[in-house]
């Protein structure tokens, strides 16, 4: 059986942030863990590939990583991890570098590396790295759907602003999801939400939607702390009740507009979207 195939539609959802420290990586392993506890077949890549994350919050050791498919060593399932509920992960690899200086060999590894995949997955959550970098862009111009993840500080807000306007901007993507976070409950989380969609209404022609919000919460903190995902460890805390009805709400319908077929057709749409030439210089 290929990866994707099955009754239940592709998901392709990057996690992002203009920000770094908003809790995009938190909110990511949480929601791949969620997802499949409702019955969905989850893959969470870590693409920060200069800073892997996911293996780090979930306390898990690699042996070996995304650079060992790159460099044609080894394929996907091999070096991909099972986390809690089920949910495999693909790990990032410390320290290689940017995506941006992938050779032409290593893209079309990378693509035929998914095409080939035999694992099962009907969703695939993307924790993308902070910052506007083009890699990041990359990623989340592919994916079928994109959370933006934002807090109530001026920084997050000013830095998510910037990153829907460069992805609108220079990767033609037009509609967007915000995921409050950290908030003290949910008029705050709506508050924000109606604070970002009144400054993108006014400047940019995307459609805002709200995904909702998690509230701050010691216990996502102590998960961290303790190298564990909230979502199993401490799954009836207020974050991961709350992190569940976002899962749900994303499994029921599809957040966003496009279809996605495969996952090898999404690393093609990386590729396709530029980033070929600019991999290889
Ligand atoms: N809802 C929440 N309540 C309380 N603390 C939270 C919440 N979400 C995230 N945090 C905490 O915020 C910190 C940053 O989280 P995380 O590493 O997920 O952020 P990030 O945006 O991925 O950062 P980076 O891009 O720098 O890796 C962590 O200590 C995490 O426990």
Redesign the pocket.
């Known amino acids: 059986m290929g990866a994707g195939s099955g009754s239940v539609p592709m998901k392709v959802i990057a996690v992002t942030?203009g920000?770094?420290?908003?809790?995009?990586?938190?909110?990511?392993?949480n929601l791949a863990i969620s997802m499949a506890k409702l019955g969905r077949r989850v893959i969470l890549f870590d693409a920060?590939l200069s800073?892997a994350?996911v293996d780090v919050?979930l306390g898990l050791r690699p042996r070996f990583d995304i650079s060992h498919v790159l460099d044609g060593e080894k394929s996907l399932e091999d070096v991909m991890l099972e986390g809690p509920s089920g949910v495999r992960i693909i790990p990032a690899a410390s320290g290689i570098g940017a995506l941006s200086r992938l050779s032409e060999q290593q893209q079309a590894g990378l693509i035929s590396a998914f095409s080939e995949m035999s694992v099962p997955v009907d969703t695939l959550v993307v924790?993308t790295?902070?910052g506007l970098d083009s890699s990041v862009l990359r990623f989340s111009s592919a994916c079928q759907d994109i959370i933006v993840?934002v807090c109530d500080e001026p920084t997050s807000i000013t830095d998510a602003y910037a990153m829907i306007k460069v992805l609108n901007q220079d990767c033609g993507v037009k509609s967007f999801n915000l995921l409050s976070?950290?908030v003290e409950n949910e008029a705050h989380g709506k508050n924000l939400f109606a604070k970002m969609d009144k400054v993108v209404g006014r400047f940019l022609d995307v459609k805002l939607s709200y995904l909702g919000a998690?509230?701050?919460?010691?216990q996502?903190?102590r998960?961290?702390?303790e190298q564990v995902a909230v979502s199993h460890t401490y799954p009836f805390c207020m974050?991961a009740r709350a992190i569940t009805r976002l899962a749900e709400k994303i499994g029921g319908e599809p957040i966003g507009e496009s279809a996605v077929s495969g996952l090898g057709f999404f690393f093609e749409r990386i590729v396709d979207s530029g980033v070929g030439a600019e991999l290889s210089t």
């Open positions: 942030s920000k770094g420290g908003v809790g995009k990586t938190s909110v990511a392993v920060d800073l994350n919050a924790d790295a902070a993840v976070n950290m998690v509230p701050r919460d010691h996502m903190r998960a961290i702390r974050s």
